[in-house]
C-alpha cells in the first residue's frame, strides 16, 4: 500500500525494481490472484512523481499478457519515462512440478521469436523518440528463437542485467577484453565447466575460442 510506498520515497530507495507483468487491471489481478493488484499504474506514478526512478519487470506468459495485452502494458509504462529507467521482457519458467496449478504454456522457437519482433518495434519507436532502447528481451527468448544476440552497446546501461537482460552480451565483451590481453601458453590441465542448459551452446561456443 502507500505506507510501503511511502518509506521507499522517505528512504530514496531509487532506482527500484517493480514486477509489472500486466497494467490491464483485470489481468493484472488475475495473474497475481489479488484483485487491489490492478492498482499498480496509480502506485508508479506515485513513485516516479516523488522522483523515484523505477525499472519494470514484465514476466510474460503466452496468451495471458503477451501480444495485445503486452503492447498496452509498453504503452502505459512508457509514459512514466524518464523515471521509468527501463522494462525488462522476462519468459515464465516452468517447471514439470505444476500439479494443480494454472496452466501455463511455455515459448518455442516461434513464438520467442515473434515477441523479439514485437518488442524490437517498440526499441525503435522509443530510440527516435528519446534517445533509449527502454524494453528489452531476457537472453532466453533470444537462444530459444536461435536469434543473435543484440550488441553490448543495445542494452545501454543494463538497468536488468541480473534478470537476464543482456547478460550474455556482457559476458562476451568481457570475455573478448580479457582474451586480447592474455597470452597463449600450454596448460597441462582438465577444466569443467558447470551451465544450464538454456546457455549450453553459448559457453561451449566460448570455451573453444578459448
Given at each position: 500500500?502507500?505506507?510501503d510506498?511511502?518509506?521507499?520515497?522517505n528512504y530514496?530507495?531509487s532506482p527500484?525494481?517493480?514486477?509489472?507483468?500486466?497494467?490491464?487491471?483485470?489481468?493484472?489481478?488475475?495473474?497475481?490472484?489479488?484483485?487491489?493488484?490492478?492498482?499498480?499504474?496509480?502506485y508508479i506514478k506515485?513513485?516516479?512523481?516523488a522522483?523515484i526512478q523505477?525499472?519494470?519487470?514484465i514476466?510474460?506468459?503466452?496468451g495471458?499478457?503477451d501480444g495485445?495485452v503486452?503492447d498496452r502494458?509498453?504503452?502505459?509504462?512508457a509514459k512514466?519515462?524518464?523515471?521509468?529507467l527501463?522494462?525488462?521482457i522476462?519468459?515464465?519458467g516452468?517447471?514439470?512440478h505444476r500439479?494443480?496449478l494454472y496452466?501455463?504454456?511455455g515459448?518455442?522457437?516461434?513464438?520467442a521469436?515473434?515477441?523479439?519482433?514485437?518488442?524490437?518495434?517498440?526499441?525503435?519507436?522509443?530510440?527516435?523518440?528519446t534517445?533509449?532502447?527502454m524494453v528489452?528481451?531476457?537472453?532466453?527468448?533470444?537462444v530459444?528463437?536461435?536469434?543473435?544476440?543484440?550488441?553490448?552497446?543495445?542494452?545501454e546501461?543494463?538497468?536488468?542485467?541480473e534478470?537476464?537482460?543482456?547478460l550474455?552480451?556482457?559476458f562476451?565483451n568481457?570475455?573478448?577484453?580479457?582474451?586480447a590481453r592474455?597470452e597463449?601458453r600450454?596448460?597441462n590441465k582438465t577444466v569443467?565447466i558447470a551451465?544450464g542448459k538454456?546457455?549450453?551452446k553459448f559457453m561451449?561456443?566460448?570455451a573453444?575460442?578459448?
Amino acid at each position: 500500500g502507500y505506507k510501503d510506498l511511502d518509506r521507499i520515497i522517505n528512504y530514496r530507495l531509487s532506482p527500484i525494481n517493480v514486477s509489472v507483468h500486466a497494467t490491464d487491471p483485470e489481468v493484472r489481478a488475475m495473474m497475481l490472484n489479488n484483485r487491489n493488484a490492478g492498482k499498480i499504474l496509480d502506485y508508479i506514478k506515485y513513485l516516479t512523481d516523488a522522483g523515484i526512478q523505477v525499472n519494470a519487470q514484465i514476466v510474460l506468459c503466452p496468451g495471458i499478457n503477451d501480444g495485445e495485452v503486452l503492447d498496452r502494458t509498453i504503452t502505459d509504462l512508457a509514459k512514466f519515462y524518464p523515471n521509468l529507467l527501463s522494462i525488462a521482457i522476462v519468459p515464465v519458467g516452468l517447471s514439470k512440478h505444476r500439479e494443480g496449478l494454472y496452466k501455463l504454456e511455455g515459448f518455442n522457437k516461434e513464438t520467442a521469436k515473434a515477441v523479439i519482433e514485437q518488442v524490437e518495434a517498440w526499441q525503435k519507436k522509443f530510440k527516435a523518440e528519446t534517445g533509449s532502447n527502454m524494453v528489452f528481451c531476457a537472453d532466453e527468448f533470444y537462444v530459444k528463437s536461435e536469434t543473435p544476440i543484440p550488441e553490448y552497446d543495445r542494452y545501454e546501461d543494463f538497468d536488468q542485467l541480473e534478470d537476464g537482460i543482456g547478460l550474455l552480451a556482457y559476458f562476451t565483451n568481457n570475455f573478448k577484453n580479457e582474451l586480447a590481453r592474455t597470452e597463449p601458453r600450454p596448460i597441462n590441465k582438465t577444466v569443467s565447466i558447470a551451465t544450464g542448459k538454456c546457455a549450453y551452446k553459448f559457453m561451449r561456443e566460448k570455451a573453444d575460442i578459448l
